[in-house]
């Protein structure tokens, strides 16, 4: 059985909204893109090159398919070890509304998302990333289906846009596995699945 890792970059006030562009999602009439941009140094390097070593397979919103089939198929040299694993690993795509997936590799779960994202997990082994994808990230998190959260977060303020924890999401506990900084002050944090969270008082 597989495991399901959710790599996601945030702002202090928790926006996950185009960190890579200007252009990469306006929606709402989002004016940030790129945020995170500026701080893509050598530790930020090596820890996106860390997490790329280890995925058997990808899981991706309708979203972040299109920003990364947009993109990374083009990208076709053999050194890079981001390109190589997105464009060679299996992708799994959840979407309703997907005609095709012209992305080699590519196939779309329409059914429930629930129920098709558990049946993954139980017929793949090794580690199943999901990298951005929050509204399906949402989802997952209320069912226990994500194991492992690596959230990166940047030293900067926006004040709006979208973000991976709104209210309503379901109470969960995790436990700190891995913290790191990089020399551009972006926090590196792992997080591991415990469950319900415990209450007490002082």
Sequence with gaps: MATL???????????????????????????????????????????????????????LGRRTYDIFAGYWPKQTDPADPVATKLNALPKYVASTTLTSADWEGTTVLRGDVVEEVAAL????????????????????????LIDTLHLHVFPVVLGTGRRLFTDGV???AFR???????????????????????????
Excluded: C
Aim: without cysteine; hydrophobic residues 30%.
């Design 121 to 144: 997990k139980e017929r793949t082994n090794g580690e199943i990333q999901m990298h951005g994808s929050a509204s399906l990230a949402r989802t997952l998190l209320d069912h226990d």
């Design 176 to 202: 700190l596995t891995d913290a790191r900084t990089t020399g551009a002050g972006v926090a590196l944090h792992t997080y591991e699945l415990v469950g319900r969270p415990e209450y007490g008082s002082y």
């Design 170 to 172: 379901r109470p969960t």
């Design 5 to 59: 890792s959710l790599t996601q970059f945030l702002t202090l006030d928790g926006v996950v909204q185009a960190p890579g562009g200007p252009d990469e999602d306006r929606s709402g009439g989002f004016e940030h893109g790129g945020w995170s941009v500026p701080f893509g140094d050598e530790d930020f390097g090596r820890r996106v090159d860390e997490i790329f070593a280890r995925p058997t397979a990808f899981l």
